[in-house]
């Protein structure tokens, strides 16, 4: 199912003080910056913050926060950018 496909029903937006953190973990190249926003352009939705900063290990930390974002609409997005060659890891949580 691609992320695109995902609709938002009635009252599934999670509540407005909900504060959802996708974590990425990528090679150090800063294309691996506009691969993670890419999903979030495609479905209009603007993250509350996104922070990149590159780890003593040479690899870009990534993070981006949402609010009123479904959980399962970021479980998709991080499964999808796990299968991108460039990205380590993904993941979100709760803030």
């Known amino acids: 199912m691609s992320v695109e496909a995902i609709e938002v029903k009635e009252g599934e937006r999670a509540p407005f003080h909900s504060?959802?953190?996708?974590r990425v973990t990528a090679e150090a190249?800063?294309?691996a910056i506009v691969r993670v926003l890419h999903p979030f352009q495609n479905l209009n939705i603007n993250p509350?913050?996104?922070l990149a900063q590159q780890a003593i290990s040479g690899h870009i930390e990534i993070q981006v926060?949402?609010?009123g974002v479904p959980e399962?609409?970021?479980n998709l997005i991080a499964a999808k950018l796990r299968q991108v060659p460039c990205i380590f890891?993904?993941?979100?949580?709760r803030t």
């Not at 504060?19 to 996708?22: I, P, R």
Request: aromatic letters at 14%; proline letters at 5%; hydrophobic letters at 50%.
């Open 19 to 22: 504060l959802l953190s996708l």
């Open 48 to 50: 509350r913050r996104v």
């Open 89 to 93: 890891n993904a993941y979100w949580h």
């Open 72 to 74: 399962r609409m970021l």
């Open 65 to 67: 926060d949402v609010f």
């Open 29 to 31: 190249d800063p294309g």
